[in-house]
């Protein structure tokens, strides 16, 4: 790649921003700070009813308001267009062995082993509910069980087609302030400074300067 192109303005990112501009304009969706005590009580008390999250979504629920045991499951993502099957990625973790570890092989070996073995994948799904990066992880038998919390819904079956319907993206080289200007310009949309597609606009304009500071080549 000689040069990057930097598009969070382009027709679909505008179209997924007029769409929740909408119902944040409507009071349809909550505002609270994510992963707080407000938010998960927003949840446990039955203020909140859905929510579009990734797989380790099942284990924030469960923990954030245990007393709704029962009463949730877990769905496809809805789709703009009747018959399309999509899905995206939302986070992920990196295990790394540091240049400097006195125990570089051990080290390296234990990240196989718990990124590869029944045992430790396993204990990542029942623990976190995790779902397995590694393609053999996706066999575990822990996957086929239903869950009580989910009214006993074997939730996995659903995370196993979303895996195989991720679209495809590109995590740019300066990526982690690029989410950290566009999410911040989220949250002040969100509380009716400004508008998601300005945050969009904004976080352009940074990412393309930054890319620049670094003297990474933009197209355009």
């Known amino acids: 790649m000689t040069s990057w192109k930097v598009d969070l303005t382009d027709a679909k990112s505008k179209k997924v921003a007029d769409y929740w501009q909408d119902l944040i304009d409507k009071k349809l969706v909550n505002t609270l700070p994510s992963f707080t005590d ?18 380790w979504g099942a284990n924030t629920i469960s923990s954030g308001a245990p007393s709704t045991s029962g009463k949730w499951a877990v769905a496809p993502m809805p789709q703009w267009s009747e018959g399309e099957s999509k899905s995206a990625a939302w986070g992920g973790s990196s295990n790394v062995v540091f240049a400097g570890s006195e125990h570089p092989a051990e080290a390296s070996k234990f ?44 939730i996995y079956e659903e995370f196993a087609t979303a895996a195989k319907d991720i679209q495809p993206f590109t995590w740019g080289p300066t ?4 989410y950290s200007d566009v999410s911040d310009g989220f949250g002040s949309a969100a509380s009716g400074d400004g508008t998601l597609l300005e945050a969009l606009e904004s976080g352009q304009s940074k990412t393309v300067a930054a890319l620049k500071a670094q003297s990474i080549p933009v197209k355009g």
């Open 38 to 55: 407000q938010w998960n009580a927003a949840y446990d008390s039955g203020q909140d009813w859905t929510w579009v999250s990734a797989v």
């Open 111 to 154: 990240l196989v082993w718990l990124n590869t073995s029944t045992e430790a994948l396993s204990a990542l799904n029942k623990e976190a509910n995790l779902y397995p990066a590694s393609s053999t992880g996706a066999e575990l038998p822990a996957l086929t069980e239903g869950l009580p919390f989910y009214g006993n819904q074997k």
């Open 175 to 178: 990526m982690t302030q690029t």
